[in-house]
């Protein structure tokens, strides 16, 4: 059964990242992602292929701890040079089983939990995988985290850390909501590049006092936000997190609704990194027929 929660990233809820009107494309990017796993792990080069944009994109895990971004993967961009790249890994004799293990998708972005299998190493990678889909095609995807003996033990308090924020967000409880950050936490935006990700830093939220100041600001009224986690997963110490979120109507203004993506990097129970990636704006009878057909 899958459990639902509650979380807020209160940088989203106060509109500093602009909503889009709708989400998806001509093709599900879920299943465009899953029929890249299947192609993968079928050694079918152009089945693969022919799910990733001609310029498609493709980075390797970043080396600065407070990026999601790392380098473009030269040896894979353009068609000839992607081709190329995986005619020669799947003509190895031993190739990797691929296997996503939780997914999350909302709009163009779908984030994978990896599962990788390779006979040739002791031990199985995890990473955490974005991707992002238009009309049908893989566009870019991002490796943004890998799973380590460092950051392993990290994920259950990654997720335990965005339940405490919860509970302080449903109180409205802005003492303890600053106590789950660390003093030297960073804020980010969605990026203005869409072939970039959430790689601007926060206008509103730029050190410990800024961040003080918005979050006592936001709560000041009580409880102006109901959010509900749809899904959360973590690798290492990055968690995703799906979420619904719900403003408070005015009498000058109804209440608005969303569905947001976001990462954050969690270390001993305080957030480092907060990574807004995808909001997108929910009309109330979308909502409403989504929660009735939620799983319980």
Same mark, same amino acid.
């Given at each position: 059964m899958q459990r639902r929660f509650t979380l807020v990233l209160s940088l989203a809820l106060m509109g500093l990242i602009p909503a889009e009107a709708g989400a998806g494309s001509a093709a599900d990017p879920a299943a465009v992602?899953?029929?890249?796993?299947?192609a993968l792990n079928r050694n079918d080069? =152009?089945?693969?292929?022919?799910?990733?944009?001609? $310029?498609? $994109?493709?980075? &390797?895990?970043?080396?600065?701890? #407070?990026?999601?971004? &790392?380098? /473009?993967?030269? $040896?894979m961009y353009g068609a000839e040079r992607l081709r190329a790249h995986f005619a020669k890994a799947m003509a190895q004799p031993d190739t990797p089983h691929i296997e996503q293990t939780r997914t999350v998708a909302l709009g163009e972005l779908v984030v994978s939990r990896v599962h990788i299998a390779d006979p040739k190493r002791a031990e199985p990678q995890v990473l955490m995988v974005v991707y992002r889909v238009r009309d049908g095609l893989i566009e870019d995807l991002w490796h943004v985290g890998k799973e380590t003996a460092d950051n392993r033990p990290q994920a259950a308090g990654a997720v335990a850390t965005a339940r405490a924020l919860v509970e302080a967000n449903n109180r409205a409880d802005a003492e303890r909501f600053l106590a789950l950050f660390a003093a030297d936490a960073r804020h980010f /935006?969605?990026? =203005?590049?869409? #072939? $970039?990700?959430?790689?601007?830093?926060?206008r509103a939220v730029v050190d410990e006092a800024s961040r003080a100041k918005t979050y006592r600001a936001l709560y000041a009224d009580g409880p102006s936000v109901q959010v509900d986690l749809l899904d959360a997963f973590a690798v290492g110490d990055l968690v995703v997190t799906h =979420?619904?979120?719900?403003?408070?109507g005015t009498p000058a203004a109804a209440g608005e609704t969303y569905e947001m993506l976001a990462i954050l990097r969690v270390r001993d129970g305080r957030v480092l990194d907060l990574w807004p990636l995808q909001k997108i704006a929910r009309p109330a009878d979308a909502v409403v027929s989504a929660a009735a057909g939620a799983r319980p």
């Open positions: 992602v899953a029929a890249d796993f299947d080069l =152009e089945a693969f292929l022919a799910l990733y944009a001609p $310029q498609a $994109q493709i980075f &390797g895990l970043p080396a600065d701890p #407070h990026a999601l971004v &790392g380098r /473009r993967l030269e $040896q /935006r969605r990026a =203005e590049d869409p #072939h $970039q990700l959430a790689d601007l830093p926060s =979420e619904r979120i719900r403003t408070r």
